[in-house]
């Protein structure tokens, strides 16, 4: 292989580059965002910025009253209570895209107790894909890796039901988990009081809610603290709701390593969510579909 | 009012030839896909304060603004942001097939390590294909500064990589996955 450096930057940066997406309405979203500002900092001078941040947390969730502390803790609730009841009700498929600077672009797809997470490579193609696939008639959860052609049965995990727990704070900020049902774990997450609602962000044109969770910072076991060669990770996670639908349409997250010998880390990741009709088509693609000639290998450690 | 629509229907005729080219080029400045949108978004919105270059060609414009705005980030996320390492806690979401893939990989990784100004240099050299005077002239700074930040930025880049470009047999953790011989 060519090792030189300005070679391998080159290559580094052609492959970067190709997962770079084709933006549409720039203009027209930067068009909106200086409107908005100008009218901000118009409304600032007139009446100052504090009524306008909780008029901003207001306007976010409907609220009618004024203050400070004591509404955004109404206005969580609110907005809580309804991002629950919307993904409690929910019969739709979830499709979420996650994209990062850390590793490669993923899709998440879940319906109920289905669902499949798909890695790929920088070039489009399939890398690994987890959750569950239609075997003898039953859900099972698989694992499939495509760089070797194999897959195995992916033993029954004991994954954390909410983000509340500090093991679970750090799912959050990685894409949507694989096997798992990302929608009650996101329900569980927002109702055990370790989120806050803190205004709102423009996302594809629509205002969302923006629900931010309070950051976890995390000893790294022994054993990962080797393998990093740092101490402490410390997360964090922010997630965009629909003020309509109240249905997550965003999530962003990040890992900052730190506290050990090399030089510290900061890896960040986000998931765009969409939810569509139950149609036969989607339906089906929250399921894993083991490709013909892969080699079934008896657990993922064989992989 | 009318007037603005037009500038703004204009610019995104323009972006809808341009805007994949300029937007991987913010975000090999920044790092990311999404931070290179934020610093495009933030470029183009500088773009329609200067309402007399949305009607010319805005091109250079954004370019010269992306490379000053990711400078000025890059001062002041400065404390987090100076450095990276190439272990991952979670070996199998970075992976991918070959060393030399991952090899790649690490270098855009460590371009987060540089300083800004060495960063944009080589960014504009290796991506945009620039030469020296062109670097300088967009930069605003002299031909020897663009040629010493190009130089300083690339013995950097082989320190960081040293581990790894020393040890071709012994691919680095974050592709041990991949070598199972399958």
């Known amino acids: 292989m060519s090792l030189d450096v300005e070679d391998l930057l080159r290559q580094g940066m052609e492959r970067f580059a190709e997962q770079v997406p084709v933006p549409s309405g720039l203009a027209h979203q930067a068009a909106r965002a200086r409107r908005r500002r100008r009218l901000t900092i118009r409304a600032a001078a007139a009446a100052g910025t504090a009524a306008v941040t909780a008029a901003a947390v207001l306007a976010a969730t409907g609220g009618r009253s004024a203050g400070g502390s004591a509404t955004r803790v109404r206005a969580t609730a609110y907005v809580v209570s309804r991002v629950e009841k919307a993904l409690a009700d929910q019969h739709l498929v979830l499709r979420g895209r996650t994209t990062s600077g850390d590793w490669g672009p993923s899709v998440y797809w879940a319906y109920g107790s289905r669902n499949r997470f798909k890695e790929l490579t920088g070039s489009g193609e399939p890398y690994i894909a987890v959750g569950t696939a239609l075997i003898g008639g039953k859900l099972t959860g698989v694992y499939v890796t495509y760089y070797n052609r194999k897959w195995s049965v992916l033993p029954e995990r004991a994954a954390p039901a909410s983000a509340c727990s500090r093991t679970g704070t750090l799912e959050m900020a990685g894409p949507a988990a694989p096997a798992r049902n990302w929608p009650a774990f996101i329900r569980a997450t927002v109702a055990c009081g370790a989120a806050t609602v803190t205004g709102h962000a423009w996302i594809g044109g629509v205002k969302t809610v923006r629900i931010t969770g309070s950051p976890v910072t995390e000893k790294l076991s022994p054993g990962e603290a080797r393998a990093v060669h740092e101490k402490w990770l410390r997360s964090r996670w922010t997630l965009y709701v629909n003020p309509h639908t109240y249905l997550p349409v965003r999530l962003s997250g990040s890992n900052y390593t730190y506290g050990g010998p090399m030089p510290s880390y900061y890896s960040t990741g986000v998931t765009d969510i969409r939810w569509l009709r139950p149609t036969a088509a989607n339906i089906a693609k929250a399921l894993v579909t083991i490709p013909p000639g892969f080699r079934h290998v008896r657990s993922p450690a064989s992989q | ?182």
């Open chain 2, 1 to 182: 009012m009318a007037a603005q629509d037009q500038r703004v229907e204009n610019l995104e005729q323009f972006l809808a030839r341009r805007g994949q080219a300029l937007l991987r080029t913010a975000a090999l400045l920044t790092g990311s896909i999404q931070a290179g949108e934020d610093l495009l978004q933030a470029a183009i919105e500088r773009l329609l304060r200067q309402r007399g270059r949305v009607d010319g060609d805005p091109e250079g414009y954004l370019r010269r603004t992306l490379c000053n705005l990711a400078t000025d980030e890059f001062r002041r996320q400065s404390r987090w942001r100076r450095k990276l390492h190439l272990l991952q806690a979670e070996a199998p979401t970075s992976a991918d097939t070959t060393a030399e893939v991952d090899l790649r990989d690490a270098m855009v990784r460590l371009l987060g390590q540089l300083p800004a100004q060495q960063r944009t240099v080589l960014v504009l050299r290796y991506w945009e294909q620039l030469n020296g005077p062109e670097t300088a002239e967009l930069l605003g700074c002299s031909e020897y500064a663009v040629k010493s930040a190009a130089s300083r930025g690339l013995r950097r880049l082989r320190e960081l990589a040293g581990g790894l470009l020393s040890d071709e047999t012994q691919p680095h953790d974050i592709t041990a996955r991949t070598g199972d011989g399958s």
